[in-house]
């Protein structure tokens, strides 16, 4: 009997070897795996700490020259992210806001970096940097993007229906301007990109909003549209 009492007691010993074993093997991959994903969303700087959460971001505001540029596009937020993900050189030159002409804004996070674009000279928070060149090129070509004239028409409309979508919108001048962009339902006010949308989704039910921004409507949603196509461009 004295033999089985000690053969259970060392089952449960062995037992619960295991079971700590387990827990903590469990609390080690846990904390890996945080860990990592940590790091895969900082931008790092070489032969320093990573720093900067970006990957959360729903949308990139560019500020550059004074000019604002809003990045709604989803695959262009993802290419702008994975050039962040490159080593960032550490830069000598200490620079402050005033040397910038250049700010990008990852919105949803609270990272922020600004960008002497004459020597890629960046900080953020305390930290100065040399910013990747191809995610300024990448930059630049959003910015350039933007700046581009172009005009748009609407898919599956006759001339007429767009002749009458102008004369619609015509007929909402001396109308004031609506700074609420969010309330797109309101026919009482407009704001330039709201009033086109209105237009043809009132007059033919044809709805150009992507919902990048929420409820309101904003202009490069009008030319990403895959209801629209680009007649011209300068």
């Given at each position: 009997?004295?033999?089985?009492?000690?053969?259970?007691?060392?089952?449960?010993?062995?037992?619960?070897?295991?079971?700590?074993?387990?827990?903590?093997?469990?609390?080690?991959?846990?904390?890996?795996?945080?860990?990592?994903?940590?790091?895969?969303?900082?931008?790092?700087?070489?032969?320093?700490?990573?720093?900067?959460?970006?990957?959360?971001?729903?949308?990139?505001?560019?500020?550059?020259?004074?000019?604002?540029?809003?990045?709604?596009?989803?695959?262009?937020?993802?290419?702008?992210?994975?050039?962040?993900?490159?080593?960032?050189?550490?830069?000598?030159?200490?620079?402050?806001?005033?040397?910038?002409?250049?700010?990008?804004?990852?919105?949803?996070?609270?990272?922020?970096?600004?960008?002497?674009?004459?020597?890629?000279?960046?900080?953020?928070?305390?930290?100065?940097?040399?910013?990747?060149?191809?995610?300024?090129?990448?930059?630049?070509?959003?910015?350039?993007?933007?700046?581009?004239?172009?005009?748009?028409?609407?898919?599956?409309?006759?001339?007429?229906?767009?002749?009458?979508?102008?004369?619609?919108?015509?007929?909402?001048?001396?109308?004031?301007?609506?700074?609420?962009?969010?309330?797109?339902?309101?026919?009482?006010?407009?704001?330039?990109?709201?009033?086109?949308?209105?237009?043809?989704?009132?007059?033919?039910?044809?709805?150009?909003?992507?919902?990048?921004?929420?409820?309101?409507v904003h202009p490069m949603e009008l030319v990403?549209?895959?209801?629209?196509?680009?007649?011209?461009?300068?």
């Amino acid at each position: 009997m004295g033999v089985l009492i000690l053969g259970n007691k060392s089952v449960v010993k062995r037992k619960s070897y295991i079971t700590m074993l387990v827990f903590i093997s469990t609390i080690i991959i846990l904390f890996l795996i945080v860990n990592m994903n940590e790091n895969s969303s900082k931008i790092k700087v070489k032969g320093g700490e990573g720093y900067g959460m970006f990957d959360k971001a729903t949308r990139i505001e560019i500020i550059f020259n004074d000019n604002e540029y809003i990045v709604s596009n989803p695959d262009e937020i993802e290419q702008i992210i994975r050039l962040c993900r490159q080593n960032w050189e550490p830069s000598n030159t200490h620079i402050t806001k005033e040397d910038c002409d250049m700010c990008v804004k990852f919105i949803g996070t609270d990272t922020e970096v600004w960008v002497d674009t004459e020597t890629l000279s960046s900080y953020i928070g305390e930290s100065f940097v040399q910013m990747p060149e191809d995610l300024f090129k990448k930059i630049k070509e959003v910015v350039s993007l933007s700046n581009t004239l172009r005009s748009i028409s609407v898919k599956g409309t006759t001339v007429d229906e767009d002749n009458e979508a102008s004369n619609w919108c015509y007929r909402q001048l001396g109308k004031p301007y609506n700074y609420n962009y969010f309330n797109v339902s309101t026919r009482k006010k407009f704001y330039c990109s709201q009033l086109v949308w209105a237009a043809f989704k009132d007059n033919y039910g044809i709805d150009l909003d992507m919902s990048d921004f929420g409820d309101a409507v904003h202009p490069m949603e009008l030319v990403n549209s895959s209801k629209t196509y680009t007649i011209y461009k300068k």
